[in-house]
Each structure stands twice: as C-alpha cells, then as structure tokens.
C-alpha cells in the first residue's frame, strides 16, 4: 500500500526557513510528478511547486524566488526548501503524488496527511 509521510513542519517567525519532506513508501514502480499544495482553513488548496521524474520545476508566482522544489530518487522523497517566510505562508501543506505502484498498474494520485506550517511576525 502507497503512503505519502510529509514532515518538517512547524513554528517560525519571518524571514525564517523550513524544510519539508515527503517520503514516498510502499510498493512503488514508479514516482513521477510530485507536487506541494498548501490550504488555509475556508479557502482552496493551492499549487505551491511541482518537480517532475525528470526534475523539471514550476512555482506559483507567491513563492518564487523564495522556496525550491527537489526530490532525490533514490529515497522517493522530494523536499520543499522554504527561505524567507511570510506570514501569508501560513497554512497546511499536503504532498501530492502521481504513483504506478506496479508495472501492470496505472498511475493513482495520492496525498499525504498534511503539515502545519506557522509564520509568525
């Protein structure tokens, strides 16, 4: 069974840095496009960045230039390196993942649990 674990959350104040990790386990064949939503209580969950299995990145225009998106293969995991925060990145944010957990299967989107993270100013 596929299972996203997201950690690396936490308290920090502005202009603070944070790392998130997302460790894919279980039987994977393979892990492709992963990507870190975030979500404020009332509001929708929102694209932070994406890294596909080739390692090509996209962010939202909110996090430019401040977060960075990676992910080591080898260790199905992908980070979310987090410089400079601001209060307005307060939020939950959730991995999300394109698995094929076998050959013979076709891939499935899954999600992690979640991962406060708390700017304060």
């Known amino acids: 069974q596929v299972q996203l674990v997201e950690s690396g959350g936490g308290l920090v104040q502005a202009g603070g840095s944070l790392r998130l990790s997302c460790l894919a386990s279980?039987?994977?064949?393979?892990?492709?496009?992963v990507g870190w939503y975030r979500q404020v209580p009332g509001t929708s969950r929102e694209l932070v960045a994406t890294?596909?299995?080739?390692?090509?990145?996209d962010y939202a225009d909110s996090v430019k230039g401040r977060f960075t998106i990676s992910r080591d293969n080898a260790k199905n995991t992908v980070y979310l390196q987090m410089n400079s925060l601001k209060p307005e990145d307060t939020a939950v944010y959730y991995c999300?993942?394109?698995?094929?957990?076998?050959?013979?299967?076709?891939?499935?989107?899954?999600w992690g649990q979640g991962t406060q993270i708390t700017v304060s100013s």
């Open positions: 999300n993942a394109q698995i094929q957990a076998s050959f013979f299967s076709s891939r499935r989107d899954y």
């Open positions: 279980g039987s994977i064949f393979s892990l492709n496009t």
């Open positions: 890294i596909t299995s080739g390692g090509s990145t």
